[in-house]
């Protein structure tokens, strides 16, 4: 899976992209607005335009990063598993 935030700073590829998922946590509720539709992608996941990349630490097990130019919300990883989901909306093209 290939894509790329709202104004192309930051792209993205995720070749382990696996499969869909939703998440109704209370942080992702908070963080979107909604519901988390996102592609679980594992461990290797490359990034271009990472000094556009905005981490954040939102809780102790879990980081959330976005686009500090535009925005968009980039990736959920795992701290214990270093595992990536990356909201479906980024997906510019899918291998699956």
């Not at 935030?5 to 946590?25: M, N, Q």
């Not at 509720?29 to 939102?58: D, K, M, N, Q």
């Not at 097990?61 to 595992?83: I, K």
């Amino acid at each position: 899976m290939e894509g790329h935030c709202l104004c192309g700073a930051v792209r993205f590829s995720a070749p382990d992209a696996k499969d869909i998922g939703v998440c109704h946590c209370g942080f992702c509720r908070r963080w979107g607005g909604g519901p988390l539709l996102a592609t679980h992608c594992g461990t290797s996941v490359s990034f271009t335009g990472a000094e556009r990349i905005t981490v954040y630490a939102s809780s102790g097990w879990a980081e959330r990063a976005f686009c500090n130019q535009c925005g968009t919300h980039l990736y959920y990883r795992l701290l214990a598993t270093g595992e990536y989901f990356i909201p479906a909306g980024t997906s510019i093209r899918t291998t699956w």
